[in-house]
Structure formats: C-alpha cells, structure tokens
C-alpha cells in the first residue's frame, strides 16, 4: 500500500563503481565536502524536496519520449566538484532513491551528465533537431 507524501522520509542511497572510485581519487578536503554535500541534500530532501531541487541543476536538457522527465541532476559540491546523481521517488516502499553516478571537476559535468543520461533513457531520449 502506497505510502503518504508526509511519511516519506526514508532515503535510499546507491552508488555506481565509478563514483567511489572518484570519491576515492579526491583530495580529503574535497571528500568532506561530497559528505556534507549530501548530508545537506538528504535533509532538504526529507523536509523540502523543492528547495533541493531548486538547488541542483541540469546541465544538459534532456527531453525523454511521452512526457516523460529525467531525474538526473548535478549538485556543486564545493567550488570545483559537481555530483552526478538521480533522484526518483518510489512511492510503493515509501522511499526515495538516491543514485550516485560521479563526483566530477566543473569542467568534465556536461561530459559525464551526457554519458550517464545516453547510458539511463538510451534509445528513450528525443532527438532535437537532428542532435544527439
């Protein structure tokens, strides 16, 4: 049975081989930095969902077939590093689910955010005018 929007608060967190591998590869500075990036997100999440989401950015537009929208986001964490993560409600357990893709340089986002959306929607992604 499906739970209410206000009983969810449970997180689910997963992560892909290539985000700990570059958490692994970041400075500890940096490293604390993805922590308490995400310790603020969650909290938003849990209380605000709204305010997260008007904090994380998109920086690719993706538009999917039938409507549909993407759940992938970037979060800065810190001044250089930006997270590469989905955000997809599941309302049959009562829980959101938290992807983590990559923890990336500023520079390599759209890079990495392009590879990881081809990677998740794959054949689901609309083509506008004529581009990839």
């Known amino acids: 049975m499906p739970v209410s929007p206000q009983e969810r608060t449970a997180i689910t967190e997963q992560t892909t081989v290539d985000f700990r591998r570059d958490l692994d590869r970041l400075s500890p500075d940096d490293r604390a930095s993805v922590v308490e990036t995400l310790r603020r997100s969650y909290e938003l999440l849990r209380v605000s969902p709204r305010s ?48 983590l893709f990559r923890a990336v340089r500023h520079d390599q986002v759209e890079c990495s955010y392009r590879s990881i959306a081809h990677l998740l929607y794959g054949n689901q992604i609309e083509r506008q005018n004529g581009a990839r």
């Open 52 to 99: 997260l989401f008007a904090r994380a950015q998109r920086p690719l537009p993706i538009h999917l077939k039938d409507g549909l929208s993407s759940s992938l986001y970037s979060l800065r964490a810190g001044h250089d590093i930006r997270l590469i993560v989905a955000v997809d409600d599941d309302p049959v357990f009562g829980q959101t689910l938290v992807t």
